[in-house]
């Protein structure tokens, strides 16, 4: 019998939010290629782009959904603040070690944003 592995689901990350939508936002990639659910990004001018090291960054936010294909601007959703997160479904950068992590959820704590593990 084949083994089936099952992608991760939008926003299946979130293990609580705050009421109505507080917790979220909009916000745009200019190429969506390859974002996966529960991928760590920042903001960058008026886009938001994938984080690629654990260095402070203005904007930390994680993105809620999955896309695919590079081509023009999407509007996409964000969980933005006040929120907590099992940090094992996240999706972090190439090579991230357990250091770049915690570095990581230290920011996102800056948003009120805990990762849980």
Do not use: W
């Amino acid at each position: 019998m084949p083994v089936l592995n099952e992608t991760r689901h939008p926003a299946e990350f979130i293990l609580s939010e705050a009421n109505g939508e507080r917790s979220r936002g909009s916000g745009i990639f200019l190429d969506p290629a390859n974002f996966a659910a529960g991928q760590i990004v920042k903001k960058s001018g008026a886009n938001y782009v994938a984080i690629t090291d654990a260095t402070a960054a203005d904007g930390i936010a994680i993105y809620g959904g999955t896309t695919t294909g590079a081509g023009s601007s999407v509007s996409v959703a964000l969980l933005l603040r006040d929120a907590e997160v099992n940090g094992n479904c996240l999706t972090y950068f190439a090579g991230a070690t357990q250091a770049n992590k915690d570095a990581l959820a230290a920011l996102l704590a800056a948003n009120h944003i805990i990762v849980r593990n």
